[in-house]
Antibody, heavy 122, light 110 residues
Framework: EVQLVESGGGLVQPGRSLRLSCVASGFTFDDYAMHWVRQAPGKGLEWVSGISWDSGSTAYADSVKGRFTISRDNAKNSLYLQMNSLRREDTALYYC???????????????WGQGTLVTVSS | SSELTQDPAVSVALGQTVRITCQGHTLRTYYATWYQQKPRQAPVLVIYGKNNRPSGIPDRFSGSSSGNTASLTITGAQAEDEADYYCNSRDSSGNPPLYVFGTGTKVTVL
């Protein structure tokens, strides 16, 4: 079964850091680019970051650039999102998503995890 | 960054046809991708590229595009199609690329 399972969410104070993880199974992880997408409570989807199959290309939304870092470990079938200098507006459900392609091109995500909730509050 | 605008909500009678639109400058260059999201569930890919459906997506879902507007059409809407629908596209021709989601449309099946 093709599956993505996120973890690492929780309650964190503004200005602190958090690292999200996503473990993939059921497909050849290092054949595909990956993305993080978030959804604030009651709001729409927001693309956060993407990474190519070999980590050679990474991209970030303006809202997180300079604070968040995406990475992957193909040997562990894992995707990560290091989130620093967190703000209240980063509060959201964070989804890990698999791209159809190996590079960051069309950005089509065919497989999504169930998400991990990040709450930034004092 | 670019924006993709969708109508907040539309309704359709059971078995009838509904068209959901997505407008944005970037759609003149890049295809829209469409996702369906039901309450408390992860998004599901329904249409990508010119008009491609992933395995398992019913053929009542179809996509089209003209100028700066992309459309998702549900022909013969079913009760299970009631959901939020989001368009998505590449934001720019820059490298690395950025991506943007539409504002979302809530579809109610009457």
């Amino acid at each position: 079964e093709v599956q993505l399972v996120e973890s690492g969410g929780g309650l964190v104070q503004p200005g602190r850091s958090l690292r999200l993880s996503c473990v993939a199974s059921g497909f050849t992880f290092d054949d595909y680019a990956m993305h993080w997408v978030r959804q604030a409570p009651g709001k729409g989807l927001e693309w956060v970051s993407g990474i190519s199959w070999d980590s050679g290309s990474t991209a970030y939304a303006d809202s997180v650039k300079g604070r968040f870092t995406i990475s992957r470990d193909n040997a562990k079938n894992s995707l990560y999102l290091q989130m620093n200098s967190l703000r209240r507006e980063d509060t959201a459900l964070y989804y890990c998503a698999k791209d159809l392609e190996w590079e960051l091109l069309g950005g089509v995500s065919d497989i999504w995890g169930q998400g991990t909730l990040v709450t930034v509050s004092s | 960054s670019s924006e993709l605008t969708q109508d907040p909500a539309v309704s359709v009678a059971l078995g009838q046809t509904v068209r959901i639109t997505c407008q944005g400058h970037t759609l003149r260059t890049y295809y829209a991708t469409w996702y369906q999201q039901k309450p408390r569930q992860a998004p599901v890919l329904v249409i990508y590229g010119k008009n491609n459906r992933p395995s398992g997506i019913p053929d009542r879902f179809s996509g089209s595009s003209s100028g700066n507007t992309a459309s998702l059409t549900i022909t013969g809407a079913q009760a299970e199609d009631e959901a939020d629908y989001y368009c998505n596209s590449r934001d720019s021709s820059g490298n690395p690329p950025l991506y943007v989601f539409g504002t979302g449309t809530k579809v109610t099946v009457l």
